[in-house]
T-cell receptor, first 114, second 111 residues
Framework: NAGVTQTPKFRVLKTGQSMTLLCAQDMNHEYMYWYRQDPGMGLRLIHYSVGEGTTAKGEVPDGYNVSRLKKQNFLLGLESAAPSQTSVYFC????FGTGGVHLHFGNGTRLTVT | GEDVEQSLFLSVREGDSSVINCTYTDSSSTYLYWYKQEPGAGLQLLTYIFSNMDMKQDQRLTVLLNKKDKHLSLRIADTQTGDSAIYFCAGISNSGYALNFGKGTSLLVTP
């Protein structure tokens, strides 16, 4: 039982390049999320999904796109990377039950855009 | 939805108690959460409290909720060096599906 797995762990991009961050969960959770973590800013929600085939915008969605074609996978895309997207990206999954939403996080992807 | 604020740094000696504080804005929030982040890792759920409770205890952790002042605290008894980490409080967002996190409190435990 791996939980939430993110690939890659590290990536360096040049301004204008594109890439896709992959997230996979094996807990059969309905909900999945992408957050970014920046020093002094805490975690900010980029996009989330409440089920296969659905996505919704979070607090900071600009410059990102997502897809949830399969329940277990949630992909985050950067079409044209900018230095402001240098951050640590966390994927999480959850279900809604007793205690509300309990997010399970991956170990993060550290992205640097030069 | 929930906006949360917390102090950024706390330093304590090993064996002392740590108290991490958080304030929130939405009094209708049903649950409030504490997460822990160790270096190089993702966040892990430590504990949570339902809004109709004043206190919840879980081994060395005690959560206190003051609904009148919209204040949440996490007390760690007998703090150990392994407790050094960033601690986040969180509340449910407007959508009802995600969490809004505070900026995190860095706890440093010194021998």
């Amino acid at each position: 039982n791996a939980g939430v797995t993110q690939t890659p762990k590290f990536r360096v991009l040049k301004t204008g390049q594109s890439m896709t961050l992959l997230c996979a969960q094996d807990m059969n959770h309905e909900y999945m999320y992408w957050y970014r973590q920046d020093p002094g800013m805490g975690l900010r929600l980029i996009h989330y999904s409440v089920g296969e085939g659905t996505t919704a915008k979070g607090e900071v969605p600009d410059g990102y796109n997502v897809s949830r074609l399969k329940k277990q996978n949630f992909l985050l895309g950067l079409e044209s990377a900018a230095p402001s997207q240098t951050s640590v990206y966390f994927c999480a999954s959850s279900y809604f039950g007793t205690g509300g939403v309990h997010l399970h996080f991956g170990n993060g992807t550290r992205l640097t855009v030069t | 939805g929930e906006d949360v604020e917390q102090s950024l740094f706390l330093s304590v000696r090993e064996g002392d108690s740590s108290v991490i504080n958080c304030t929130y804005t939405d009094s209708s929030s049903t649950y409030l959460y504490w997460y822990k982040q160790e270096p190089g890792a993702g966040l892990q759920l430590l504990t949570y409290i339902f809004s109709n409770m004043d206190m919840k205890q879980d081994q060395r952790l005690t959560v206190l909720l003051n609904k009148k002042d919209k204040h949440l605290s996490l007390r760690i008894a007998d703090t150990q060096t392994g407790d050094s980490a960033i601690y986040f409080c969180a509340g449910i967002s407007n959508s009802g599906y995600a969490l809004n996190f505070g900026k995190g409190t860095s706890l440093l435990v010194t021998p």
